[in-house]
């Protein structure tokens, strides 16, 4: 066996990781776990915030990050771009190595754009390559966002309706292997390649490339508009009518009454009894052969100061911090005057929404004017970027419901959030609305139909509380609507009612992708303590 001593590694967040530089070095890692009994753990931009702490905190693994293997193999002329798994999509900002750059990143190879001077934010080759559809953040890896089967917000397009071939690299019985696995024709979901390729979790070996084929270049433009439920220019809680489409319909892609279409969508609801608001950004493909001289329009998702979103990002943080933990405060500097404890947590939970009342003026106000943007598809489609994942931390749960259960789904939300009894539900934060295309990959939450997605916020800052316990009343909420999880994000307890048995039910290839897991990973190098938790295994 070759000795993993001459393999470069690294710190990071205080963990020792390996760096494999090629592919041999990265087999002589998954020999190494063989031999001492451990497990590899790979991480991509660490975006899966639950995942990689618990996968770090496990005892007796080993770590990996693929940031050397990020190769990208575009050919022009057909469009076919085969890129290694540690390739970043875009720009990652909080890489702790240093490596990634707006030059090296999958998005900008396949289609670049001047980055500086006059022509900035224009192509430089009209000819360029594009996906279609991307999330809303571009940093992460290749590998990680198809690991954990992550989307985009549109039910017209899909991310991984451009995948073609996946390299994976595992140790079987006696060695480790390498293989190849590629869409079948004709494009049914009975291959192994629709549990390998896509929300596979890194269960099943390490992808080491993927095959993409991309289309033609394409630029988007749309809108984002404030509102409330009520006045919203959609008909959120019902089935639509001859003036607004219902937020299905919306979610689809139908035209509306004034014949306009969205091709990719999101909505921000902040819920709060009395002041609530609804931001509603959707756009739609255009032709870069329509681009005009003031193209392109930047979109803002937080006011700019000096050509920047990082005082509105700051400023946001702090203001969020203080609501999410005033009753911690109190507590500390109160420890020996219960009286005085009790009376200024009554004088908080009275003025806490008028000083909400002062934030959603704040940031979502009902005021603010219709904004118009336009841009390069890899520029717009993730459109939360510019929010910084250190200045303004936030974790998520996101639940994956079939699409036409949407006017439901929503009323059921609506009238819990409408009970001012209970504040606590509809806390000091929003949720995100948005919508994917059904997939052929066995163990994507969109598994064979349309979804709805309600995306559950908790500022990271709120020591008021936990996320755990502030999801787990929309994990049981929701449960009758048989939702499937976002595997990147925060996961229902295994052992509570929306935990294993639940999920295992709305997977119906749950168990042939198990017996596949345990084929391909004889000795449970893949399997974490946090996996192995999460499928009952």
């Not at 009343?473 to 229902?492: D, E, I, T, V």
Request: glycine share 6%; aromatic share 12%; hydrophobic share 40%.
């Amino acid at each position: 066996m070759s000795s993993i001593s001459i393999i470069k590694t690294c710190q990071i967040d205080g963990l020792t990781y390996y760096l494999p530089a090629e592919e041999n070095q990265l087999a002589d890692l998954l020999r190494y776990a063989r031999a001492n009994d451990l497990k590899v753990a790979v991480r991509g931009a660490a975006h899966s915030f639950p995942l990689i702490a618990q996968q770090e905190a496990a005892p007796n693994s080993l770590f990996v990050t693929l940031a050397h293997l990020n190769k990208v193999n575009l050919d022009s002329q057909t469009g076919l771009v085969n890129v290694q798994a540690g390739c970043h999509l875009g720009y990652d900002p909080f890489d702790p190595l240093k490596l990634s750059t707006i030059e090296n990143s999958l998005l900008y190879q396949i289609d670049p754009i001047h980055l500086d001077g006059p022509e900035k934010g224009r192509r430089t080759n009209p000819t360029g390559w594009a996906l279609p559809d991307l999330g809303g953040i571009s940093h992460q890896t290749v590998g990680g966002f198809m690991a954990t089967g992550s989307s985009g917000g549109s039910v017209r397009y899909s991310f991984e309706d451009a995948v073609r071939a996946v390299t994976v690299m595992h140790h079987g019985v006696d060695d480790v292997e390498i293989n190849t696995y590629t869409r079948p024709q004709p494009d049914t979901d009975t291959d192994p390649f629709y549990a390998l390729a896509f929300a596979h979790r890194g269960l099943l070996g390490v992808v080491l490339s993927v095959a993409f084929q991309c289309e033609p270049t394409y630029d988007v433009t749309g809108t984002e508009v404030v509102s409330t439920p009520t006045t919203c220019s959609i008909d959120l809680f019902g089935p639509g009518d001859d003036k607004r489409l219902g937020l299905a319909d919306f979610f689809r892609g139908l035209p509306d009454p004034e014949q306009h279409r969205s091709d990719y969508s999101r909505l921000i609801w902040w819920p709060q009894p009395g002041m609530e608001r609804m931001v509603v950004w959707q756009a739609q493909r255009t032709s870069p052969a329509d681009e005009d001289a003031s193209f392109p329009q930047e979109y803002k998702e937080v006011p700019y100061y000096f050509g920047s979103p990082t005082l509105s990002t700051l400023g946001a943080d702090m203001i969020f911090t203080a609501l999410g933990r005033w009753q911690s405060w109190i507590a500390e500097f109160t420890v020996d005057q219960p009286l005085l404890r009790v009376l200024l947590l009554k004088a908080g939970q009275e003025l806490q929404p008028k000083i909400m009342e002062h934030v959603l003026a704040l940031f979502v106000s009902l005021d603010t004017p219709l904004q118009r943007f336009s841009d390069v598809w890899w520029q717009l489609l993730p459109m939360d970027n510019q929010m910084s994942d250190r200045l303004f931390p936030v974790w998520f749960t996101e639940l994956w419901i079939p699409l036409d259960k949407t006017e439901a789904v929503m009323n059921t939300l609506r009238e819990f959030y409408a009970d001012a009894q209970h504040p606590e539900r509809a806390g000091t934060f929003c949720c995100e609305i948005y919508a994917a295309q059904k997939s052929n990959f066995w163990m994507s939450p969109a598994y064979q139909t349309d979804v709805i997605r309600i995306d559950l916020f908790w500022f990271a800052g709120n020591t008021d509380g936990t996320p755990e316990a502030y999801y787990q009343q929309f994990w049981a909420l929701l449960a009758p609507y048989g939702y499937r999880p976002h595997w990147g994000k925060y996961l229902p307890a295994a052992n509570s009612e929306q935990g294993v048995d639940y999920l295992r039910n709305l997977y119906p290839k749950w168990d042939d992708v198990m017996a596949l897991r345990s084929a391909r990973d004889p000795y449970n190098i893949f399997l974490t303590d946090y996996w192995k938790q999460h499928l009952g295994l």
